[in-house]
């Protein structure tokens, strides 16, 4: 991001990858022999957070959400991640996340409401309900993924606080805790929390999604437990992780990489091939797996329904 260089020999070992129908069949072959985590390679975090919410995962595919692409491997989408709060090495985080305690989690919604509120992550998920959306996901970086979000709109969410006339944004806020999170200690200058904004009718928008989950199964720490923002249409870093307060405001909220770099992150941050990026084009993209593919990159990432909000 502002100050990082992309290498272009990223890898992972041939060893970490498991083609996703391989992971299915052996997830299926491991339930049936009701054996818990070491064989499916989960963490005994994993394996108790997957325990205590045992209906959720996995929900029903949307089948409007389904693009006839095939999904991204899962070794790579939880493998290769942006979580500055960790680290800036993307192969990393995944390493460093053991001290991260996702479960509880409080929530808070606030600001110009008439009916503010906190919950629990685990809680509203199973209030709400879950389902399954394959979305295309952009990082500004020019890399992404195709991959199944387990969740709920953002508008669900959000109604609930009944927001009022002079709310026109909503800013969100990522956890903050140094002792869980050895990255934020090593990036000082950087202005923590990690935030993140959206107009509110963005905002309120179908797409706008509340990750819970991924690849059917809750969202490994990695991609931001407990809940975290997908905004399909927009540059992966609106796409805010482990999520403790959303306000509703009446002013553009500032936001971490709008404050540490706007020319090369604006507010609006909409994938746009037409624009490059002041240190980079913008006009293509890599497919990560394990044999990524350069494509060209498409306006709205391919959401042609949110141009209706920009004109
Ligand atoms: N709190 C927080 N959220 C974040 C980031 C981060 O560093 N911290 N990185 C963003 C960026 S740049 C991207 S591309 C996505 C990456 O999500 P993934 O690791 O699930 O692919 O998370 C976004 N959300
Ligand atoms: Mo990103």
Request: charged residues 25%; aromatic residues 12%; contains cysteine.
């Amino acid at each position: 991001m502002a100050n990082v260089i992309i290498r272009p020999d990223w890898h992972l070992p041939e060893s970490s990858i498991t083609p996703i129908n391989e992971y299915h069949n052996r997830r299926a072959f491991v339930k049936q022999l009701g054996l818990g985590a070491g064989i499916a390679g989960l963490s005994l975090a994993d394996t108790l957070q997957a325990a205590a919410a045992p209906k959720l995962y996995p929900a029903k595919r949307n089948a409007k959400y389904n693009p006839k692409i095939v999904l991204t491997n899962k070794a790579w989408a939880t493998g290769y991640n942006n979580f500055y709060e960790f680290t800036t090495s993307k192969e990393h985080v995944r390493f460093l996340v053991d001290k991260f305690k996702t479960n509880p989690w409080q929530v808070e919604v606030s600001g110009l409401c008439d009916k503010p509120f906190k919950f629990d992550a685990l809680d509203m998920a199973k209030k709400l309900g879950l389902e399954e959306r394959v979305y295309r996901f952009r990082c500004v970086e020019a890399w992404s993924m195709i991959v199944p979000w387990t969740g709920y709109t953002l508008s669900k969410l959000l109604k609930q606080a009944e927001p009022k006339a002079s709310a026109k944004y909503v800013k969100f806020y990522t956890a903050m805790k140094p002792a869980e999170m050895p990255g934020l200690a090593r990036l000082p200058q950087y202005p923590w929390p990690y935030t993140e904004g959206l107009r509110l009718d963005e905002a309120m928008h179908d797409l706008t999604f509340m990750a819970t989950g991924i690849y059917g199964e809750p969202l490994p720490k990695q991609n931001g437990a407990p809940l975290r923002l997908v905004v399909p249409w927009k540059y992966g870093y609106k796409s805010i992780k482990s999520i403790v307060k959303i306000e509703f405001t009446d002013r553009q909220p500032k936001t971490l990489w709008n404050a540490l770099a706007p020319r090369e992150y604006p507010f609006e941050s909409n994938v746009d091939p037409g624009v490059p990026h002041p240190r980079w084009s913008q006009a293509s993209e890599r497919l990560i797996g394990p044999n990524p593919v350069r494509i060209k990159t498409i306006k709205f990432n391919g959401y042609p329904q949110v141009a209706g909000l920009y004109k």
